[in-house]
């Protein structure tokens, strides 16, 4: 079986989380670091908030932050734009009789709107949600997690994500992953390289 990240690999949306995250900070009065970055970026809505709040030291609370953040985002992913390649090669993947499934920390209404606005609800038999279940993709509980929910073995599961840490957390449990290139991240690309079972550039390379 196949599961597909949302952000960053199937949908060009990488971008809006970084503008976000520094409106956020400048209606602070804060700079954007590396270090709040690497804090917020690939995990789930709740653990980013927690960390916004300790790092930036905010007095409000995460409900407070999250819902800061659900309203500057909000209308943008139902605008969200296909990354090169990935509908020819969904194409290919269903004609080739390809179980296929999204594994996402987005915002479960920000990918259940990029999903109906682009159509592609008819190429996955569903989507495992981080943020439900409550764990990173880092962690290898969440893949045999997203394996037993389609009845499969996570050797028999295949990863495509634009997240190091989520690529690893998949073949701690078994699984193969290729890593997908996004320019956001393009400073992970030579350790995907070595680490991962394959790496795409672009799913165009695939078609």
Known sequence: MLFFDLDGTLIDTNGIWKDVDREFLARRGLPYTRAYYEGVAHTIFPLAAEFTKQYCNLSESCEEIMAEWMEM????????????????????????????AVVTSSVPEHCRAALAHLEL???????????????????????RTAAARFGVSPEDCTVYDDSLAACQGAQAAGMGAVGVYDPCFAEDEPVMRAECDGYLRSFAEET
């Open 73 to 100: 985002a909000e209308g943008l992913y139902a605008h969200a734009g296909l990354k090169d390649g990935v509908r020819a090669f969904l194409d290919r993947c269903r004609a080739a009789g390809e179980r296929m």
């Open 121 to 143: 609800d008819g190429y996955f038999e569903g989507v495992v949600f981080a943020q439900d279940l409550g764990l990173e993709k880092r962690d290898a509980a969440l893949w």
